[in-house]
């Protein structure tokens, strides 16, 4: 991990999509925070499916801001179908369509370690309220 600011990496954060607008609204403020954290200068969030902006869009966005590596997160909690499927072929189908940029795929959120401790807290949360 670094604290140094790429200005050639974006960060293309990745979820199934929703018809409920709120529930992609979380994913959009994800990357917003990221964004102001200031570690990372390109920041975009991007949908696989019924919701915009798409995975292709996504990653068109941030080669358009100058990209030259794009880390695909893909905000998933395991490697299903759509991870090692779907996304493997947009990671490729975008590396085709932009020559000379990288695209990286990362691994799901789940299974980790801190996943494991978000799982307590929240154990600890429903607890506490009843």
Not at 19 to 34: I, Y
Not at 109 to 127: K, S, Y
Request: aromatic letters at 4%; hydrophobic letters at 45%; one cysteine or more.
């Amino acid at each position: 991990m670094t604290d140094v600011l790429d200005l050639s990496t974006a960060v293309l954060l990745i979820a199934h999509g929703s018809r409920r607008e709120a529930a992609n609204d979380d994913l959009r403020a994800m990357a917003a925070r990221l964004s102001a954290g200031g570690r990372h200068a390109i920041v975009e969030a991007c949908f696989l499916e019924l919701a915009e902006p798409d995975v292709p869009a996504g990653g068109d966005r941030c080669v358009s801001r100058g990209a030259r590596r794009v880390l695909m997160i893909p905000y998933f909690l395991s490697a299903g179908v759509h991870l090692l499927r779907d996304l493997t072929a947009a990671r490729d189908a975008l590396a085709s369509a932009h020559p000379g940029v990288e695209f990286r795929l990362a691994a799901p959120l789940g299974p980790h370690p801190l996943l494991d401790q978000l799982v307590e807290v929240r154990i600890d949360e429903i607890e506490r309220s009843q």
